[in-house]
């Protein structure tokens, strides 16, 4: 639709479907086969693998010499057969140990030789620029508004991130959203002295002094306390990576599901009852 006018597509996929995302891992389905090594010493020696979410893709080799000479052409060969092409602007080689970005996260392998995935600063920076916006174009709102538009969009970036080295991003971001929040107070009642902001605005609650908050009237009339939700208080999960063969359709390994399953259950069980954060508490190995 453009300026009232109906124009009927004829090809293509429509912008933000599933459709475009189904036919890309159909398109690329045996990407990893044509790169890696038909032999398993081969495959150890070059370690070349591929890691992909739609048409994003990583594919990780020995040495930058390999990925060069070796899988580049490959790759090229590979797209060309199935009508696509490779992005010169988005593709690079670079070492593990400088890190790279995929899917919002940050990927890097450190000194101590540990490989750690954590949010990407880019993210960080998109993330806290949307809350700042909101709380700024909130000036206006009734305060249990904008804690309920907060607290929404808190709870798809924390979980989003909740299975990665996110503890410190997630004080991180509690600190800005404090003060941020003190700014739009602050302008909100700017004839208002700091100590009465402060105490009409936060309020004491499980050990932190400092919890944004208002008073709420519940289906009954009863008023009761909406607090803001602290990024801090979602709890580290770690993926358990799925067996490569294991196929849900494949009666083989209904067992193998049904463990996984419950092992989810029991995790997310035991997360929930800890007011802690922290793998000690709930990573089961």
């Known amino acids: 639709m453009e300026k ?14 599933v459709i475009s995302p189904a036919l890309t891992v159909i398109t690329l389905a045996g990407l990893e086969g044509k790169l890696r090594p038909a032999s398993e010493n081969q495959r150890k020696g070059k370690k ?13 080799a020995a040495s930058a010499e390999l990925l060069q000479n070796e899988v580049m052409p490959k790759l090229v060969e590979f797209l060309k057969t199935v009508g ?20 919002g996260f940050t990927m890097r392998k450190y000194k101590n030789g540990k490989v750690l995935t954590k949010p990407s600063k880019i993210n960080i920076k998109r993330f806290l620029k949307e809350i700042r916006e909101l709380i700024r174009k909130g000036a206006a709102l009734p305060t249990d508004k ?3 538009a907060l607290n929404e969009k808190i709870t798809g970036w924390t979980n989003y991130y909740r299975s990665v080295v996110a503890s410190k991003v997630f ?10 929040l003190k700014r739009w107070a602050l302008k909100r009642h700017s004839r208002k002295g700091i100590k009465w902001i402060m105490k009409h605005y936060w309020k004491s609650h499980k050990g932190d002094n400092w919890r944004f908050y208002c008073l709420i009237k519940d289906k009954e009339g009863k ?3 909406l607090f803001l939700k602290r990024a801090i208080d979602t709890k580290i999960r770690r993926h358990i990576k799925i067996v490569a063969k294991a196929n849900p359709f494949d009666p083989f390994y209904k067992e193998y599901f049904v ?8 995790r997310c069980k035991l997360s929930y009852d800890t007011e802690l954060t922290g793998l000690k508490t709930i990573q089961p190995y």
């Open 259 to 266: 463990k996984r399953e419950q092992e989810k259950q029991r």
């Open 84 to 103: 696509l092409e490779l992005s010169t602007e988005k593709t690079k080689i670079t070492p593990i140990e400088k890190g790279f970005d995929f899917l």
């Open 4 to 17: 009232g006018h109906l124009n009927p597509t004829m090809k293509g996929t429509p912008q933000g479907s």
């Open 171 to 180: 004080a991180q971001i509690d600190h800005e959203l404090f003060q941020a």
């Open 146 to 148: 904008l804690i309920h």
């Open 223 to 225: 008023k009761k306390t």
């Open 48 to 60: 070349i693998n591929t890691i992909s979410y739609a048409d994003d893709f990583i594919v990780t």
